[in-house]
């Protein structure tokens, strides 16, 4: 178990233990069931006191966490069955705790799907909406003509021909790059990695939106990074904050999602990309911008990314296919210059030695055709359409207590219910109803708010959606109910 305390951090001590060991439990890290360390092990572990321990045990319990067994130990409670009948199943690996390990969370490894479940935890397109029937008959010809490429290691860098498509669909973001500067990266869930393991170190700060993507989060912590958060209004993340931040803490990196972010669909603004740009540039920092699905518009064109303005090399460009095209392919790419792209191109020869050459050269028909092209547009309209219909339905069926951000493209809507919601513990209602969502508390690098959740709208015929969504609303309206009706008073 890793738990990390940072003394000088304004959060205290027993706090930073219990939202770790949170973390630990929501990941499954830790399995329901096992023991905990003692007080007195973990006090020693962390050189912190006693009482400190106590208190973040105590807070545990409160919330439902654990349960301390008197003359037995303090366990982590189960979601359904007693503990004392889980305990046992995992008293044979309770010395595994005590290997150390760097992973100080992993929000991802939680979410299980079971077949027949309403996915809307899901950021990824319904498969029907791909074009895997075309992409199947080019891998079957790409295969009977050339069988050699299953004998090939692909250019570390990437396949040449990919780069040189990539270069040509980049412009129409205004991402000035040259095969030479791109990077074909296994989904940007690695270009983030690799900017991590190369940049980043124990004690450096990152600064990210909060809320941000989870499995930004995980990587930059599994660094040992200090996170410094900054809000997100509906332009984006604010710049104010950002300054003041940068201007005493003089960040590394700044981590972004300035299109259709997610999870708030938030579009930061043409003002706002150009002052965290001349942020960056004062205080000699790297941007990691991160952009999954731009394409995916609803009414007009977001800005350009930052990097179309970034002349010295300040942005690190991590554009996903996986989301709009094959997320099976795991293409993902990274643009960057001078050193920072030479640091960063080391780093992916140490992680894999190059990417599948088979997954690229499968892609490369589609980009380089107009189909690529046609293929996004009809994205743009199948999604509007499921957006505009969860919108409807959240209209209809919502409680008034529950209100959302319209979002303008992306796959996700962020919804916020009443500060006295969990919707860590509605998840474990919804499942029940074969439903699922990701809760809020995921996204939070630091101080987590607990009622939130996104909703993807992209996975889901309209269908599934129409029958989730509602399937939710009651959810939030018997829970308000029950919660007004516990406390009798009234809060509005
Ligand atoms: N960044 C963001 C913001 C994401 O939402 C995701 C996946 N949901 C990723 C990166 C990783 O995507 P992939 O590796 O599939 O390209």
């Known amino acids: 178990m890793h738990i990390e305390i940072q003394r000088n951090s304004e959060t205290s001590l027993s706090k930073q233990i219990f939202l770790s060991i949170v973390d630990h439990i929501r990941s499954g890290l830790i399995p329901q069931g096992s023991q905990l360390p003692s007080v ?54 309770n010395w595994q705790l005590s290997i150390q390990d760097y992973l100080p969370r992993a929000q991802f490894s939680r979410f299980h799907h079971v077949p027949g479940e309403i996915q809307l935890s899901s950021s990824m397109i319904d498969p029907g909406l791909l074009p895997n029937r075309y992409l199947e008959q080019e891998i079957h010809k790409m295969l009977s003509e050339n069988p050699r490429i299953l004998s090939q290691y692909s250019e570390i860098q990437g396949d040449y021909n990919l780069r040189e498509a990539m270069t040509q669909y980049l412009k129409q973001f205004e991402v000035p790059t040259t095969p030479d500067n791109l990077l074909i990266t296994n989904g940007s869930q690695q270009g983030l990695d690799l900017v991590a393991r190369t940049f980043v170190g124990p004690g450096d700060v990152v600064v990210m939106e909060s809320p941000t993507y989870p499995g930004a989060i995980d990587i930059f912590r599994g660094r040992g990074a200090t996170i410094l958060t900054v809000p997100v209004d509906k332009e984006g993340m604010k710049v104010d904050i950002l300054q003041n931040l940068c201007d005493k803490y003089k960040p590394k990196i700044i981590y972004t999602i300035p299109t259709f972010h997610n999870p708030t669909g938030a579009v930061m603004s043409l003002k706002r990309r150009r002052q965290i740009l001349e942020i960056a540039k004062s205080i000699q920092c790297i941007i990691v911008e991160d952009d999954p699905w731009g394409e995916i518009y609803f009414d007009k064109k977001p800005p350009a990314p930052i990097k179309s303005i970034d002349y010295y090399g300040h942005v ?121 969502f990701l809760p809020g508390s995921a996204c939070y ?27 939710l609303c009651n959810i939030f309206n018997s829970e308000i109910t029950s919660k007004k009706m516990k406390n009798n008073t009234p809060y509005f």
Request: aromatic share 8%; hydrophobic share 40%.
């Open 40 to 93: 007195r092990e973990l006090s020693k572990e962390l050189e912190v006191s006693f009482v400190t321990v106590v208190k973040a045990y105590k807070e545990l319990e409160k919330g439902n966490f654990i349960t301390s067994i008197q003359g037995k130990g303090t366990f982590v409670n189960t979601e359904e069955t007693e503990i004392e009948e889980i305990k046992n199943d995992y008293l044979p690996f």
């Open 316 to 436: 690190i460009y991590l554009k996903g296919l996986s989301k709009t095209l094959a997320p099976s392919c795991r293409i993902g790419i990274l643009s960057a210059s001078g050193s920072i792209f030479n640091r960063l191109l080391a780093a992916k020869s140490n992680a894999d030695l190059g990417s599948p050459l088979l997954t690229q050269k499968s892609l490369l028909p589609f980009i380089t055709s107009k189909k690529m092209i046609d293929h996004m547009k009809k994205l743009r309209t199948a999604l509007r359409v499921r957006r505009d219909l969860t919108l409807d339905l959240l209209s209809q069926y919502a409680p008034e207590e529950i209100s959302w951000i319209i979002p303008n493209g992306g796959l996700n809507i962020w919804i916020s219910l009443p500060t006295w919601i969990d919707t860590n513990l509605l998840l474990m209602e919804a499942k029940k109803n074969f439903v699922t």
């Open 445 to 471: 690098p630091v101080e987590q708010e607990n009622h939130h959740m996104r909703l993807s709208f992209s996975y889901m015929n309209e269908q599934q959606l129409q029958h989730g969504i509602i399937t």
